[in-house]
Nanobody, 114 residues
């Protein structure tokens, strides 16, 4: 069983930055595609960013140029650097991954407000 634990959320002003971290257990992390999703109140969960085992990345149009996903396979970590944050980025952010996207973290709250 793989466990994913997110950290780094919080309250930030518009235009600010946050870095989310996701720590993964298990021996096969380097083989997994890893994702960050988010869910705002009253909205469906959406995919924000994806990083494949080889390092290729994909982003939702709403975050392109502002967010960067990265991974450190030696540490079993995946990160989401979020810059130029907007109020509409407010959501619970979830780390997700595995061979079939089987594993989810508990989520970390990000609130962008002045």
């Amino acid at each position: 069983q793989v466990q994913l634990v997110e950290s780094g959320g919080g309250l930030v002003q518009p235009g600010g930055s946050l870095r989310l971290s996701c720590a993964a257990s298990g021996s096969f992390f380097r083989n997994y595609t890893m994702n960050w999703h988010r869910q705002a109140p009253g909205k469906q969960r959406e995919l924000v960013a994806r990083i494949f085992s080889g390092g290729t990345t994909n982003y939702a149009d709403s975050v392109k140029g502002r967010f960067t996903i990265s991974r450190d396979n030696a540490k079993n970590m995946v990160y989401l650097q979020m810059n130029s944050l907007k109020p509409e980025d407010t959501a619970v952010y979830f780390c997700n991954g595995g061979y079939n996207g089987d594993y989810w973290g508990q989520g970390t709250q990000v609130t962008v407000s002045s």
